[in-house]
Every structure is written in structure tokens, then in C-alpha cells.
């Protein structure tokens, strides 16, 4: 066992834990933030990103002692507040979520992307989720509400799935 | 699930040497983990002390100079190395590979050097790596030695490297900087699989050199071609050079096929 501490969404946690579990299992089970999502486990699907130190990583391949020290954003920290941010609302509008399994990981994916690129086009949206997926194919959904999101969806005639 | 083993990480590059020369093969040494961790929850790793070196600081290295070479630190993960600009400017098939290696999230941890300890024969460093003349550099307990990567990767997913040695860096001579090169890979999804083949072509003082992924137990550097040799000699040589097996992503005919189709490109794409 080992004595770690982190900031998750601006709170700080310290716990003991197992060496050997992921930094996933660690927020899912001991902390109870189950938002974030266990998918394939092997660092393909993207349903676990978390943005850590500031880069959106897959929690399912790193261990929970490796994140000792660092600052973590989940999806639970998007609506903190209390209310939806501005992606989450715009997933809303445009049906982005079918069974929703995936939609934890898009929004801190899109999270880091929008911190890349505030405007990005959609060939940016598309590269920039790569590394996300949506077994209910409803990606067309997912790259409207990000245009929506930042401003780039000015006709209403465009919004197809509202 | 993964098996319980302990953590350690050490804070200098002597801590760590002594730890793996205490557990040997008991030890796994852990950097990115985007291959360790994999295999350990796969049960197909089952190490009884894991040895994170990222908290080594001269491990984070990563250096230019055009008289020196490159330096590329055993911690320096691949989207550093792509955000570091001599690699756009002066290595432009590490750059190509790169931006092709799994997906942003992963490259976030990921590292060139964990991609050729890996020694996957599709691993996307090794190829461009291997036309850049790559050394390995190895260090132990009691010694320091240089490995040309060919002869560091010695078949599928095996390596000359002992259990008691840490690769401390990936060396680059500066013989193939600012060469025009090219990197094409055949996925059947973009990120999320294995590469299907892969092919690098460096252009360099009247003569060009290719690498070639998936397609032999290990990464392939073919001989040198003189500038101007007819693309089905090229072709021809590759075909002669690979020996790719069916598996579940395509069958050896059309692994063979696609390497000549991107010879034909690369061919045309860098003038070779």
C-alpha cells in the first residue's frame, strides 16, 4: 500500500491505495467518480480519458501511484457549478449521446481539444477524437455539437439530428 | 484484473540500475505504459516489482545539435517529441511516424523508446528509425554500451537487452537530417489498431533508403538505391526482402501488395 495524493476537479483527495490498481479503478471504486468509464482496458476505445497535468490521458493504463502529485479533470467537473458547460449543453441539443458509454471520455477529449483549437474545423473535430469510440456511431452528432459549441454552426438549417 | 506486485520509483538513474540488478527478471521497468500496462492487466506480464523511471530527470532528455546528433531520452513521450521543433524541421520521417502512432491520448504516454523495447514488427519508430541509422543506447549496473538498432531488435517483440538494462536513449547521427522522407501506413482504422503495413522513405545524396513494418518478424531497412532506380526494381527488392504471415487484420498477398503500392507513392511523393 501507498499513501497518494491528488486534486480531482480543484478538490484535493489522499488515500492509501494498492500498487498494482489503475488510476480508473482508483477514481471509480475508491474515490467514487464513476463518470469516467472502463471500456476495452487496453488503451483503444478512450471511454477513461481524464485530462492529467493538463494532457487527456487514458486512466485505464496508468496506475493510480503514477498520478501521486498531480491534478486531475474528470467529466464530473464540467457541470460543477451545478450547471451543464456549454459542450454538455450543446451534446443536448444536438442528441451526441446515445447509450452515453463514451460520452465521459468525448467531453474531456473535446475538453483538451477545444483548449488546442477554440475554433476547430471539423477535420480537427474528427483528428481530434481519434482516439474515442462510439460504438452507437454517432459521431456526425458529436462533430455538430462541438461546432455548435464554439459558434460555427450559425444556420439552424445545419443542425440535422435537433 | 491485474496480479499485485510493488512500485518503485526511483529518483536517479543509479537507484533504478540497482533495483533492476537486484530483481532481474522479477523486475519490469515502466516509462509510458501504454505496452506494460496492456500485457500486466492481460496477465500476460506478471512482474513482482514494476520500476517507474520517470522520475529520473536526465531520462526527460531531449536534445538537437547538428554537429552532435539527436538525443532522444528513454522518458520523452512521442507528442513532445512531435511538439519539439527540430523533428518537423530536420527529421521529417520521424515526424510522419509519429503523428501516425496510436492515438493523441496515447502518444500523451506513449514513448519512442518504449515503442522499440516493445520491438513490435509493426511498431511505428522502428522503420523510420532504422533509415535514420538509430543507435540504442544501454546502460547497466557496471557498463554503458551502443547498439545499432538493427542489431538491437532481434524478432518478434525480442531484444538484445538484459533484464538488469535500461535503454537510457535513442541516438540519431545527424547524417540524414533535413532529408526528404515519407511514411505510409496502412490501418484499417485510423488510431485504434495495429498498423496492417507500413512503409519509410528517406531520400539522401543521390540515393534513397526504405523501411518497412509489418511485413517480417522484425522492422526491415532494405540496401541503399541509387536515385532513378525504376520503381519495380524497388519493388522487386522489397518483395524479395519481406515474408509477411496472414493473420486476422489481412491476408501475406495483400500485406505484400501494399508495400509495393507505397513504394510507388513514396517513390513519387519524395522524387526519389
Known amino acids: 500500500m501507498k499513501r497518494v495524493q491528488f486534486t480531482i476537479n480543484g478538490d484535493l483527495y489522499e488515500r492509501e491505495i494498492h500498487e498494482h490498481r489503475t488510476l480508473l479503478h482508483v477514481l471509480r471504486e475508491e474515490i467514487g467518480l464513476t463518470g469516467t468509464k472502463e471500456g476495452c482496458g487496453a488503451g483503444e476505445c478512450g471511454a477513461c480519458t481524464i485530462i492529467m497535468n493538463g494532457v487527456p490521458i487514458n486512466a485505464c493504463l496508468v496506475l493510480a501511484v503514477e498520478a501521486d502529485g498531480t491534478e486531475i479533470e474528470t467529466v464530473e467537473g464540467e457541470s460543477k457549478s451545478g450547471r451543464l458547460s456549454p459542450v454538455q449543453e450543446a451534446f443536448d441539443r444536438h442528441h451526441a449521446v446515445q447509450c452515453g458509454f463514451c460520452t465521459p471520455g468525448m467531453l474531456m477529449t473535446i475538453k483538451d481539444l477545444l483548449q488546442r483549437y477554440p475554433k476547430p474545423s471539423r477535420e480537427q473535430i474528427i483528428e481530434g477524437i481519434e482516439g474515442n469510440f462510439c460504438r452507437c456511431t454517432g459521431y456526425e452528432q458529436i462533430i455538430e455539437a462541438v461546432l455548435d459549441a464554439t459558434g460555427q454552426l450559425e444556420e439552424k438549417g445545419e443542425i440535422k439530428h435537433a | ?272
Do not use: W
Open chain 2, 1 to 272: 484484473m491485474t496480479h499485485e506486485f510493488s512500485y518503485h520509483a526511483p529518483g536517479s538513474l543509479d537507484e533504478a540500475l540497482a533495483l533492476l540488478s537486484e530483481y532481474g527478471e522479477k523486475a519490469a521497468v515502466l516509462s509510458g505504459g501504454t505496452d506494460l500496462l496492456v500485457n500486466i492487466r492481460a496477465g500476460l506480464s506478471r512482474p513482482e516489482y514494476v520500476i517507474d523511471i520517470k522520475k529520473i530527470p536526465e531520462l526527460k532528455a531531449l536534445s538537437y545539435d547538428p554537429e552532435d546528433g539527436l538525443h532522444i531520452g528513454a522518458c520523452v513521450t512521442v507528442n513532445e517529441l512531435l511538439e519539439y521543433e527540430p523533428i518537423a524541421e530536420s527529421f521529417a520521417v520521424l515526424y510522419a511516424a509519429g503523428a501516425e502512432l496510436a492515438t493523441h491520448q496515447l502518444r500523451h504516454r506513449a514513448t519512442p523508446v518504449g515503442n522499440i523495447v516493445t520491438a513490435s514488427p509493426c511498431g511505428d519508430m522502428s522503420s523510420p528509425l532504422l533509415c535514420l541509422e538509430a543507435e540504442v543506447v544501454i546502460v547497466s549496473q557496471n557498463s554503458t554500451r551502443r547498439v545499432a538498432l538493427r542489431e538491437f531488435i532481434t524478432g518478434v517483440k525480442t531484444t538484445v537487452l538484459a533484464p538488469t538494462e535500461i535503454v537510457k536513449e535513442i541516438f540519431v547521427p545527424p547524417t540524414y537530417a533535413g532529408a526528404q522522407a515519407g511514411y505510409q501506413k496502412l490501418k484499417r482504422i485510423k488510431g485504434h489498431d495495429l498498423g496492417v503495413v507500413a512503409v519509410a522513405l528517406v531520400k539522401h545524396n543521390g540515393s534513397f533508403r526504405i523501411g518497412i513494418n509489418s511485413a517480417a518478424p522484425t522492422p526491415l531497412l532494405l540496401p541503399d538505391f541509387a536515385a532513378g532506380t525504376p520503381v519495380e526494381e524497388v519493388q522487386k527488392a522489397a518483395a524479395k526482402a519481406i515474408s509477411p504471415i496472414d493473420d486476422v487484420r489481412c491476408t501475406k498477398e495483400y500485406r505484400a501488395f501494399m508495400v509495393g503500392v507505397y513504394i510507388e507513392r513514396l517513390m513519387k511523393e519524395v522524387g526519389a
